[in-house]
């Protein structure tokens, strides 16, 4: 439905042409009206209009100063597409039609308004709105493909050297790196959760934009788009400016933006450096915590770089499960230097990261299995430091593993050092094999960790549970088949197998002959026996 604005201080007029209209066009308009420019004007821009009738002559603002501001763009903030204007006068007066002209009116109707004049102009209005809502529609479009080129052809233009001269021209073009503000800086934004999670790009591309939009004063942007990890990168000029991007969200209490900046450019060629300087200044957000946008220039010069510990982390690994855990937390800090942190190059952070998840956590893991969920949880975490959003994260989340799986190990060393627990295991199992038995009621009978049990048994018995159950039920199987009275599908569930199928499939693979052909092999022993006797 279409909004219409009739503007007139006679109000016969108003009622008048508000019923014509309703009754030739019914149901097409929602029609509004006025007494004078000034109403009108408020109406307008707390409401918006398609088209707009106004006479010329009104008190307090007439009706030509009325469309000088209806068809000024900042009177709505650029937001609307200028109404379609109809004029009305009950004067032949050439100023009125030449501002009709100037302000580019659809109409000039003279009073008393002809019912068949009025008509006409509305449908030449109709005509008008849609002709240019099909164009905008058709440069909306345009723009977003121009848009999605130009991010397309940027993100390849931060992965690309040694441009040829007809590339670096066409690929000018395609991004308008003639348009550019010069020189430019390169920002780089992420944004991650206390949980390490990253934000969505659709999310942090909204994010960034609308805290741009309340901070860009003496902003040019060049260009925003996303680079292949989801990150958003933002092209603009000049590159201070970028600082309140970070100050706004900081206001906002948006504490997990973080923002790198390079250093300037001038060149299209100097994006892709420009791009890596950012991203290198966004990483070193990871130490220090209190900073949300970091320049490129300011991480530069000599960074502290270690060779890796090798017999330092050895030895973390190897106190793991004794009595000397209270060092534990001294040589994780001693591995890292982490009372150097400002100063270190993050490579050699990473690089440490890298060797304990190799040397400590997965050596641990290999020798003595799976942990309590809430271990394997942390451990999954902690192996890629990247989900932490700054070292201290990080840090204090890798020495809450090394705690619990020292902790753990000591649990399954002291296990393994109590063979009481385990004989009772083991005549548990005796006891009570032709019942419904599994790992977690006899760990528990013995009141022992599910995990630890599991380590301790095998180490105990040389089997894993399940071996052992099946093998303590054939058995006793082997027993009961030397009753030739007893079917085999009655022995299978005296000794706690579901089905004889089962049972038969168990017997095989660990006899290597059915149940049937060792009682057969049974019976044709005791033949030859008897014979023998």
Do not use: W
Request: with cysteine.
């Amino acid at each position: 439905m279409r909004k219409l604005l009739i503007v007139d201080d006679e109000k016969n007029i108003r009622i008048g042409m508000k019923m014509m209209i309703e009754r030739e066009f019914p149901g097409m308009y929602a029609i509004m009206t006025a007494t004078q420019g000034e109403e009108a004007l408020a109406l307008y821009r707390s409401k918006g209009a398609d088209i707009v009738i106004t006479d010329i002559r009104m008190p307090v603002m007439d009706g030509i100063a009325l469309i000088e501001k209806l068809s000024d763009n900042d009177s709505s903030g650029g937001l609307r597409l200028k109404p379609n204007i109809i004029i009305l006068s009950g004067y032949e007066d050439f100023e009125y039609a030449r501002a009709a002209i100037k302000y580019q009116a659809q109409d000039y109707l003279l009073k008393p308004i002809r019912r068949d004049e009025l008509f006409a102009s509305l449908r030449k209005c109709e005509e008008d709105l849609q002709r240019r809502s099909r164009l905008a529609e058709t440069v909306a479009g345009a723009e977003s493909y121009r848009r999605k080129l130009q991010s397309s052809r940027l993100q390849e233009l931060l992965m690309q050297t040694g441009l040829t001269e007809q590339e670096r021209r066409e690929l000018g073009r395609e991004i308008d790196f003639a348009g550019y503000t010069l020189p430019f800086t390169v920002a780089v934004a992420v944004y991650k959760y206390e949980d390490g999670r990253e934000m969505q790009r659709g999310e942090l591309m909204a994010l960034v934009e609308e805290l741009l939009h309340q901070c860009e004063e003496g902003l040019v942007l060049n260009a925003s788009f996303h680079d292949r990890e989801g990150r958003v990168v933002l092209i603009g000029s000049p590159g201070e400016r970028f600082a309140g991007l970070a100050q706004l969200a900081e206001a906002k209490g948006l504490s997990g933006l973080l923002c790198g900046l390079s250093e300037e450019g001038v060149r299209m060629e100097d994006i892709p450096n420009c791009y890596r300087q950012a991203l290198q200044a966004v990483e070193y957000s990871f130490i220090y915590p209190q900073v949300q946008i970091i320049r490129y220039q300011d991480i530069q010069g000599q960074r502290l770089h270690y060779a890796v510990p090798e017999e330092e982390i050895r030895k973390l690994g190897n106190i793991l499960g004794t009595n000397h855990g209270k060092e534990i937390s001294p040589l994780l800090h001693s591995i890292f230097h982490s009372e150097e942190l400002a100063e270190l190059d993050i490579h050699y952070i990473e690089r440490i990261s890298q060797r304990i998840n190799e040397q400590v956590l997965d050596e641990v893991f290999r020798l003595y299995g799976e942990a309590s969920v809430e271990v394997l949880k942390l451990y999954r975490r902690v192996g890629m430091m990247g989900r932490f959003r700054h070292f201290h994260d990080y840090f204090r989340s890798l020495e809450q593993l090394l705690f619990s799986l020292h902790e753990y190990i000591k649990g399954i060393r002291f296990a393994h050092s109590e063979h009481g627990d385990m004989k009772e295991a083991v005549a548990y199992i005796e006891e009570n094999y032709h019942r419904s038995l599994n790992m977690a009621i006899v760990s528990n009978h013995v009141s022992l960790n599910y995990s630890y049990f599991s380590e301790a048994f095998k180490a105990y018995t040389g089997e894993s549970f399940v071996v052992y159950l099946k093998k303590v039920r054939i058995r006793k199987a082997k027993q009961l088949l030397r009753d030739q009275r007893l079917r085999l599908a009655d022995v299978g569930a005296a000794v706690g197998f579901e089905t004889a199928k089962q049972f038969s499939r168990v017997f095989k693979e660990l006899e290597g002959i059915s149940p049937f052909e060792y009682r057969a092999k049974l019976l044709a022993s005791q033949e030859q026996t008897h014979s023998q006797a």
